[in-house]
Nanobody, 115 residues
Framework: QVQLVESGGGLVQPGGSLRLSCAVSGRIFGLNFMGWYRQAPGKERELVARITVGGNTNYADSVKGRFTISRDNAKNMVYLQMNSLKLEDTAVYYC?????????WGQGTQVTVSS
């Protein structure tokens, strides 16, 4: 069994910053990719950023230059630093860890960008 627990969401004004954290525990042998996804009301869940165990990253075009994903392999943590937040970044953010044969998700953390 694998557990993912996110934290760090909240309410922020446009232009502000938030940092999300995700703790991974359990049977995590073979953990490679970790990622952040988000789902806004009425929209499908979408990839925000992903990072390999070696530190290679990729980002959605909409967040490039504003968001940074990082991880601490020793602590089994993944982070998402979000800067210059926009109204359209409002969503529930989910941590994701595909570990064969499963694909694991956290419970989600709400990020609301509003003036």
């Amino acid at each position: 069994q694998v557990q993912l627990v996110e934290s760090g969401g909240g309410l922020v004004q446009p232009g502000g910053s938030l940092r999300l954290s995700c703790a991974v525990s359990g049977r995590i042998f073979g953990l490679n990719f970790m990622g952040w996804y988000r789902q806004a009301p009425g929209k499908e869940r979408e990839l925000v950023a992903r990072i390999t165990v070696g530190g290679n990253t990729n980002y959605a075009d909409s967040v490039k230059g504003r968001f940074t994903i990082s991880r601490d392999n020793a602590k089994n943590m993944v982070y998402l630093q979000m800067n210059s937040l926009k109204l359209e970044d409002t969503a529930v953010y989910y941590c994701n860890a595909p570990i064969y044969p499963g694909n694991y998700w956290g419970q989600g953390t709400q990020v609301t960008v509003s003036s």
